[in-house]
């Protein structure tokens, strides 16, 4: 799921007459897997509990976290220096190691056990519970802790993802998810359209865009490096192996 692309789309744009360190850019940005999507569809056919829906999900964690430390090599190889290229990357794997520990045995037992049980409750209707607002307080706090550790040795990305990993395991359930969600959606939904408006939709010009070279080689990187190589990523699953590589994908 992440070798495939890297490779395939690598070598494709070095055929199309891109220089090395472009080309692995490009096989690098078709190397990532949609968690979120996966997660949500999966949720909706309810087949998230069975083996290959774990498999999906795992398959698809692994490959952000890999597509997250190639993209932070990739920043580094610009100007080569040992301790950003190869220390910093060492040490910020170490660390999402030891985060992803902390996400299973450390935070659910301090928030579910220590910390919500000793919130106050409010009195009257209140629309958000004290308990959710120390459980968004400590989320927001962690997701600033963990992406500035992680920013100095190589992307805030790695940060930002563990941090979402660390309360995967609280319960109830997805409850985490619903507070960040609800107290985020408005913000998060105007931000995605400043993000978006000014980074991807102003960077390429339109006229390229539609050109007929354009298409074709689009098109061709699309179909191969982008799809095809997801697709295919599963062979040893049985006969699961085209719906996890269709999820991959």
């Given at each position: 799921g992440t070798i495939l692309p890297l490779i395939?789309?690598?070598?494709?744009?070095?055929?199309?007459?891109?220089?090395l360190l472009a080309s692995v850019s490009v096989g690098t940005a078709l190397a990532p897997t949609s968690v979120g999507i996966a997660l949500r569809l999966?949720?909706?056919?309810?087949?998230?509990a069975h083996d290959f829906g774990q498999a999906i999900i795992t398959a698809a964690f692994v490959d952000d976290i890999l597509s997250l430390i190639l993209f932070n090599v990739l920043f580094s190889l610009k100007e080569f220096d040992v301790m950003k290229?190869?220390?910093?990357p060492i040490i910020g794997v170490t660390f999402m190691l030891i985060a992803m520990v902390g996400a299973v045995k450390f935070w659910p037992q301090v928030l579910n056990d220590w910390i919500l049980p000793k919130i106050p409750k409010k009195r009257g209707d209140?629309?958000?519970s004290g308990s959710d607002e120390a459980l968004f307080l400590i989320m927001f706090l962690l997701l600033v802790v963990y992406a500035t550790i992680t920013h100095f040795l190589g992307t805030h990305l790695w940060g930002c993802f563990i941090a979402g990993m660390s309360f995967a395991c609280v319960k109830p359930m997805h409850h985490p998810h619903h507070v960040w969600v609800k107290q985020t959606k408005r913000i998060t939904t105007w931000m995605i359209r400043v993000f978006f408006s000014a980074t991807v939709a102003f960077s390429i010009p339109v006229g390229n865009l539609l050109s007929f070279e354009a298409f074709w080689k689009g098109s061709l990187m699309g179909i191969g490096p982008c799809i095809l190589t997801k697709v295919c990523c599963a062979p040893f699953m049985g006969d699961a192996r085209w719906v996890i590589g269709w999820a991959m994908v």
């Open positions: 395939t789309g690598t070598l494709l744009s070095m055929a199309y007459g891109v220089e999966l949720g909706e056919a309810g087949v998230l290229v190869v220390v910093f209140a629309k958000i």
